[in-house]
């Protein structure tokens, strides 16, 4: 996260992170990126979802995670039909079973 100058209010800052995908505050506007349209961030720690700063006013920047982000992908999504094709990885936890 990048701050203005002291005293100066927060240029971009995640909000929450939910099981769904995480919450972006920037600018003075909020965002919702699913994990469904932004796999890379499913998976990650919460210090590497955090980790984001704005540059030029315009462009996220996640450093830990190597993605790069538009603010215009977020508010025009139409415009940019492309999407991720990774697959998500899968927990591999033990399920316990229920008889």
């Given amino acids: 996260m990048k701050s203005l100058e002291s005293g100066k209010s927060t240029l971009v800052s995640v909000e929450n992170i939910t099981p769904f995908g995480i919450w972006l505050f920037v600018n003075g506007k909020e965002y ?23 540059l030029h006013g315009r462009h996220l920047y996640w450093p830990d995670l190597d993605v790069d982000l538009e603010i215009d992908n977020l508010e025009n999504p139409g415009k940019y039909p492309l999407k991720s094709k990774s697959k998500p990885k899968h927990n591999k936890k033990a399920r316990r079973r229920v008889d």
């Fill in 32 to 54: 919702f990126l699913t994990y469904e349209d932004y796999p890379w961030f499913r998976d990650r720690t919460i210090a590497e979802i955090h980790n984001v700063v704005l």
